[in-house]
């Protein structure tokens, strides 16, 4: 099986366009958060991949792989958003992406894992602390920033351990979709000069003054790889981004390379680490690939990263001792079927009674 990339096109045609590659993108980043944990919580030899004992300190392949998120989540919610801005509207669409895929997530994992892998069993469900942890997860806390831990683990259900710990992604999800609501409404020119703008502006804002924005974002990498996202949607009609811009960023890695391994512990700097990441995303998204039509249409990148965890916790104590590639291929034996009925089920069908709603 073999891809075929045409010449690059302009990021705006891509994403306008259902002949993209980003779907196929997240769903590798969301394939490499599972791998990156299997190494992490196998009993056996728990290490890091080869990919993150590259990277560190500055990085790992967790940070690599969430980041392409926040990047390609920038771009479609301010492009959302710029094709209406309508603050109703908007919050609906995101709700109806975030909150039914998540809900269904909590009760299956959660019902499971009090059932199954917990002192009481079945009858700790009939106690508060499941069903707060589902509702308080569901509605994302709140967006609140000191979550009590009470609210991350049901007590001795899996040994007290935090459920769904990758879940902290949405929570910040949540608050810079605030954030574009926020600024579209502020808008004093056009839209996308407005959006530009902002973007840099906050960008430089978080990177030169942490401390001043750190009561509502509170982790500079992250915000700042939505904005460039932000940013870079701005920028879409006119951007290409080609295989001859993966190299030009290939060889500003390596120019650093020897001062960087010089004075830290990797040759690898997180810029130049996002840098990278960042430009094989956009060529991988913005391609025209021919193969694989099914995964094109359908974002199953969702299912697999919010499932991923509380499933790796209940096969690794449900099966002896294994390996991390052992835990890796029967997680996912699990999790890529529950990410495929989420999507069907769940999750499309929700939007696109949204959408229809919308419409009338």
């Not at 831990?149 to 007290?160: F, R, S, T």
């Not at 690794?316 to 069907?344: C, G």
């Amino acid at each position: 099986m073999s891809f075929k990339l045409k010449v690059p096109r302009t990021l705006g045609n891509a994403i306008d366009s259902h002949d993209n590659g980003f779907n196929l993108v997240r769903l590798a980043c969301a394939l490499l958060v599972v791998v990156f944990h299997a190494f992490q919580m196998n009993l056996v030899a728990p290490r890091p991949d080869p990919i993150s004992a590259l990277t560190v300190p500055n990085a790992d392949l967790g940070n690599i792989a969430v980041g392409i998120f926040f990047i390609i989540s920038g771009m479609f919610i301010t492009q959302s958003w710029m094709r209406d801005p309508h603050l109703l509207r908007f919050a609906l669409r995101r709700v109806a992406r975030i909150v039914p895929g998540l809900l269904f997530c909590m009760l299956v994992t959660v019902i499971t894992a009090v059932a199954f892998f917990s002192e009481q069993g079945w009858r700790g469900l009939l106690g508060v602390e499941p069903w707060r942890y589902i509702f308080g997860n569901t509605v994302l806390h709140w967006l609140q920033y000191n979550i009590p831990p009470e609210e991350l683990a049901i007590p001795g259900v899996l040994g007290g351990q935090y459920i769904n710990g990758p879940l902290w992604t949405l929570y910040w999800e949540g608050r810079m979709y605030v954030m574009v609501a926020l600024i579209g409404l502020s808008a004093a020119m056009p839209m996308r000069t407005w959006m530009r703008g902002a973007a840099i502006f906050l960008l430089l804002a978080a990177n030169l003054f942490p401390t001043v924005l750190s009561g509502y974002i509170w982790e500079v990498r992250m915000w700042s790889l939505f904005l460039t996202g932000m940013l870079l949607q701005t920028l879409a009609p006119n951007l290409r981004i080609g295989l001859r811009h993966v190299a030009c960023a290939a060889v500003l890695i390596a120019l650093n390379w020897t001062r960087s391994e010089a004075l830290t512990p990797s040759p690898l700097t997180w810029f130049g680490i996002a840098l990278a990441m960042g430009a094989v995303a956009l060529w991988l998204g913005t391609a025209r690939v021919e193969k694989f039509a099914h995964l094109r249409r359908h974002d199953y990148s969702y299912g697999v990263y919010i499932y991923h965890w509380p499933v790796l916790l209940m096969m690794r104590a449900a099966l002896p001792p294994v390996d991390a590639l052992a835990l890796l291929t029967a997680s996912l034996a699990v999790i890529l079927p529950l990410a495929v009925l989420s999507w069907h089920v769940v999750e499309r069908p929700a939007m696109a009674a949204v959408r229809r709603r919308l419409k009338r």
